[in-house]
């Protein structure tokens, strides 16, 4: 009983090397056919290569997911190359943003704009595909942990986030009719384990991102010099936050994602999925023990074969 996704068709918006690629890499490894959306050439360049090294196949369907010229002209590529369109992630955004009291208007606006208007519009026109060909598909809308619970200096991304969710809700119920479901999937912070992408940063001399104990500053650190401003967050040491010590990986959303692809997930429609070693579980009184402390979770099944420079 191995999951498989062979002979199926997958679209992924916004391939950046992180989420997007490592979302587009697993469905590909899986065994679908994957098109390649960005509004980056560069990165959809980079997402196929990626994919065709690891032995999958893959088109490109480039373009802003906010216009729906652009939306029809790069979904009806897809049709036209290989027929159909079985399974739609929208996982376009932007991140970051500022905090409502230093958030500007057009910042805001572009920001719900690329969430609010890339996911229906992918969603209205792969969803009419799948309903004129009866393609009983799958749509994942990736949400984030912001979604669900506040951060201080998101307050664009918190919004659209919490709007994607209950989207997915009112999408899964206007397609549950043709056998389409809906659903989204929460990243909480994973650690970016492309290989090309931490080449890159090693080159830059970047520190890989993801959760990090006792960083200062971050998401909602005081700016500016006004007397009345006050921190939002705490920014001294802080103990870890995972029951299980670790996030994951876009490799670990990858797997996930792919599985609620399959028809074993034929009658999930309407939930959220989240890989996240228990994070948002948490009680907020509960501080978890520190990672050397822990078990730990099983090992990663990789998916990206290829080496590091060096290795
Ligand atoms: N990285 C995290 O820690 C994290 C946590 C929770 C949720 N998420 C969500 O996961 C998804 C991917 O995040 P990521 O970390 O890979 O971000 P990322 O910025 O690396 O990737 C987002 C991609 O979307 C593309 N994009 C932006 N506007 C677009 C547009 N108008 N049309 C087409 N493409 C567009 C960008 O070019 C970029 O490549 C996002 O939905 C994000 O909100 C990320």
Redesign the pocket.
């Known amino acids: 009983m191995d999951v498989s996704l062979e002979g199926k068709v997958a679209l992924v918006?916004?391939?950046?090397?992180?989420?997007?690629s490592g979302i587009a890499l697993a469905l590909a490894r899986y065994g679908a056919k994957v098109a390649v959306?960005?509004?980056?050439k560069e990165?959809v360049d980079a997402c196929i290569a990626r994919i065709e090294r690891n032995g999958g196949t893959a088109m490109a369907a480039p373009?802003?997911?906010?216009d729906e010229e652009t939306v029809k002209g790069y979904i009806g590529d897809v049709l036209a190359a290989w027929g159909k369109i079985d399974i739609l992630v929208n996982?376009?955004?932007?991140?970051g943003g500022r905090g409502v009291l230093d958030e500007t208007a057009e910042a805001f606006h572009r920001a719900v704009t690329?969430s609010s208007m890339?996911t229906f519009l992918n969603t209205k026109h792969v969803g009419r595909s799948m309903a004129e060909r009866g393609v009983k598909g799958s749509i994942v809308c990736?949400?984030?942990?912001n979604g669900w619970n506040g951060s201080a200096g998101v307050c664009a991304y918190a919004f659209h986030?919490g709007g994607v969710n209950n989207f997915v809700r009112a999408a899964a119920m206007d397609l549950a009719p043709y056998g389409i479901r809906v659903n989204s999937f929460t990243?909480?912070?994973?650690n970016p384990d492309n290989p090309e992408l931490l080449a890159q940063w090693k080159r830059e001399g970047r520190t890989p991102f993801g959760l990090r104990p006792g960083a200062a500053g971050g998401l909602g650190a005081p700016e500016g010099s006004d007397e009345w401003r006050r921190p939002a967050r705490f920014d001294g040491p802080r103990n870890p936050m995972v029951p299980m010590g670790t996030t994951g990986t876009p490799t670990d959303i990858g797997h996930a994602v792919a599985w609620l692809c399959s028809d074993y997930a034929r009658l999930i429609t309407g939930i959220d999925l989240v890989v996240d070693g228990g994070a948002r579980a948490k009680n907020f009184a509960y501080v978890p023990a520190a990672p050397a402390d822990l078990a730990g979770p099983l090992p990663l099944i990789t998916l990206d074969s290829t080496l590091l420079p060096g290795d």
């Open positions: 918006t916004g391939c950046g090397p992180n989420i997007g959306n960005d509004v980056s990165s373009g802003d997911v906010t996982n376009a955004a932007l991140l690329v890339g990736v949400s984030s942990s986030k990243p909480t912070a994973p």
